[in-house]
């Protein structure tokens, strides 16, 4: 079935993230309280709280659960820790999935982990922990029976009880045929578009529900390399996820009153001016409209700092014979896809004698124009190769590089985290003992060997180790400093051995510099429907191509979904899922 319109992952977000914290704190106190006996513990219902379902059948994902319940304990557990949380000691609880309201309209898939009476189960559960992350959860599907008319409307209630425990009742609105708003399809970046250049956006939707909706909201974003020139009265603007490149948004909220017929197509009066920066290379537009009011775009603001804009007023029109085909549930673009970084890797020239360990420091630098955000990877990390020259051995590596076979330290690979800005430096400092001294030692350091289109200028992706070198050695591609001595020494004695590697992934050393808005400058484009690079709308997220220098790590997109992308970026989840699953909890 398709997600709800009347209230919206961002609207369910906002609102859950703000009971969170309530609640981590009556957690914290609940735990106190029954430790001296006066007062049973808290324990927290949460997941989906409304769901929509289309009369005509269609689905986003076929065959999903459009409800995912869990279970907050008392206390507060870091799902990022390395260590497994205590169990808190009980005697046993039950969750209760009362899905009656429904009958007559819908069937209920129920979870099959639990004990199933018609449209009722009884989930029997014994762990419980502080925390969401490993403590049970279940899923419900949904779908409308034949019988099932525009308006048709029930509640599914969620109870829990249990000795000594305390749960709260958590309720999922189910409707049938309400207002649902599709995108409008965004055109191709145009042809010749370049950093610095302004696409202008036309946002529209189309209501495919059964209902009308009455007012809507308009949420549009930007990665890092997008802002907004634009200011609207009827809008609001905030940052969002600003300690985390990224997920870093500029957000914007506009909020239109008045009616939306189903069947019909409406369009903004005027195109979104989206300006790229200079180093925008591959940065996200994404835009969707929902039907949850003014108050539901007050719910959304309370995550985050926003300021209101100030102009004229962005109103809506009816956009007249618009095609079903031309809406599609996701609606975003990436943008400046033809821009290019500049990576450059040096090495350095170190002398020593038979025994002693010298320091080797690695540079990896971009000189832009680009960064490189691997927004579409989710941050995975760039790898380089460096080869150990001959006669020496490793005696400690830099915590993001490793042996790339075992059994030999030949070889390492090193991964640089991403985003990797336009001007970032990083150093990765090698500690090599010479076991014996080989006159004009050198090992290779280069980046992937193949062509990266994205790759500015490949003639410096190479650097070199020379040890004990005679100044006849070609570096060809090394633009460091290779005509002197560079690095330390210090003497070790001894026999020598090859340090092993931390794991990968690390982040590299070197500065970092927070987000920022676009540049002024560039040239005005009109969008069109034709040109080159680009994601146009109707593509998933977890789309878009791998940066060319990206290691194959296996990590994909962080969202799975453009719900689920706005769910987050407002700050919560639509429903709670274990981080780490426990046997035999999940439905």
Partial sequence: ??????????????????????????????????????????????????????????????????????????????????????????????????????????????????????????????????????????????????????????????????????????????????????????????????????????????????????????????????????????CSYAEENKDNLIRYRQVALCTFEGDFAPGTAYELSEPIAVKTADFALGDIFSYGFDAIGAEGAGALRAGADHRQGSGRTLTLKPAGGGQSGEYTKYTEIDLATGNKYDFDLTGARVEGEQGETVTVDIGLSNHGPAWLGSLRAGGEPIGFTVQIPEGSSVVESPSPCRPMNAGTASEYLCFADTPFMEDDERSFPFKLRIDKVVPGAKGKIFLPQYEDPREGDPSNDTGWIVLNGTGDEETPGDTGDTGGTTGGSESTGGTGTTGGADSAGAAGGGSQTTGGTGTDGGSDTTGGTTGTGGTTGGQSPQGGEGDGLLASTGSTALLASAGAALALAAGGALFVVARRRRAGTAA
């Fill in 1 to 234: 079935m398709r997600p709800s319109s009347l209230h919206s992952p961002w609207a369910r977000a906002a609102v859950a993230g703000a009971a969170a914290a309530g609640l981590a704190a009556a957690g914290l106190a609940g735990v106190a309280h029954a430790a001296d006996g006066q007062a049973p513990l808290p324990v927290t219902i949460t997941g989906t709280d409304r769901v929509d379902l289309a009369l005509d059948g269609a689905e986003g994902e076929p065959g999903e659960p459009q409800i995912g319940l869990g279970i907050t304990g008392p206390g507060e557990y870091d799902p990022d820790s390395d260590t497994d949380p205590e169990p808190i000691p009980n005697s046993g609880y039950k969750v209760t999935i009362d899905a009656t309201a429904l009958k007559g309209f819908a069937k209920v898939g129920l979870p099959r982990s639990c004990d199933v009476d018609g449209l009722v189960a009884v989930c029997q559960e014994s762990s419980l922990y502080p925390g969401a992350s490993y403590n049970p959860y279940w899923s419900v599907r949904l779908d409308p029976l034949d019988s099932a008319e525009a308006g048709d409307h029930g509640v599914v209630k969620v109870t829990g009880e249990g000795e000594g425990l305390a749960f709260n009742e958590h309720t999922v609105d189910v409707l049938v045929g309400g207002p649902e708003l599709l995108g409008k399809k965004l055109p191709a970046q145009p042809a010749g578009f370049e950093a610095g250049d302004t696409y202008r956006a036309p946002l529209g939707f189309r209501n495919v529900g059964g209902m009308p909706a009455h007012g809507v909201v308009l949420r549009f974003t930007g990665s890092r390399g997008l802002s907004f020139p634009d200011s609207y009265d009827n």
